[in-house]
């Protein structure tokens, strides 16, 4: 069974037609973790999980939300809502039976607002990310963890939170921050970036990001897709869907000399080895 363990189904991008890609799903028997970014996001999520029969929800606060900053990628362009996490809320939020995880949260460099310089922004994120791994201790649920470009500040957060459990989403990093991550139990999510050829203006960080897969693991991979961003290579240009998946799982059969059904089913595992809330 595919199981996209990372999507925004809930975001703008799907509006119109939710309901279609999510037939496209279950036309493939997958499962879906549909993930919010805000409070608003994470109620929608839960509504989505609601709705759809192989759905859920992760709910928590993304650090692009803490601080208001203009965001203008190839595939995404808007300014962030500034929003304070309240832990009441989320709490009330996470009681669902169908939520599974607290996320995505953690620390981000790559966008900052005007003025801000990282020391203030790793100190501003690493707050609201300590009290949702608080509430994640209190509801036994695990993390989903966003992590850009600051890897070294994320690991040295990370170990000073006992007891902690979750997968380090979408990772681009190197092997060696990868170990990192691994020795302190969590898992890596892999998207369809591994997919992509390597950039003129940097190969090594693909290079890198490729010895991470190969050397990682089985038994500590997720496949997520990040959509509607980051579609495979196969689909490079297109809006990125949850059965796109499927990509991901054939780049790292490709690497790791699996079949693409091995490595389906040893990430869906691990999956449910990680989101306790999953009905059987």
Known sequence: ???DTHCHLQFSAYKDDADEVYKKCANRGMLLNIVGSQRDTSVRAIEYAEKYPNAYATIGLHPIHLISAEVDEEEIQFKSREEEFDYN????LAEHDKVIAIGECGLELYHLPEGMNAEEAIRIQSVAFVEQYKLAQEMNLPM???VRD???QMIDLIKTLPGIRGVVHCYTGNWDFAQEYLSLGLYLGFTGVITFPPKK?????QTDLLEA????PMERILIETDAPYLAPQA???ERCEPWMVEEVAKKIAEIKGLSVDETITQST?????????LKP
């Open 1 to 3: 069974m595919l199981f």
């Open 89 to 92: 809320t989320y709490k009330k």
């Open 144 to 146: 989903v963890i966003h």
């Open 150 to 152: 600051a890897h070294r």
């Open 201 to 205: 203006t940097d190969p090594k960080s």
């Open 213 to 216: 897969v190969e050397k990682c």
């Open 235 to 237: 689909y490079r240009g």
């Open 269 to 277: 595992e691990n999956a449910r080895r990680l989101f306790t809330r």
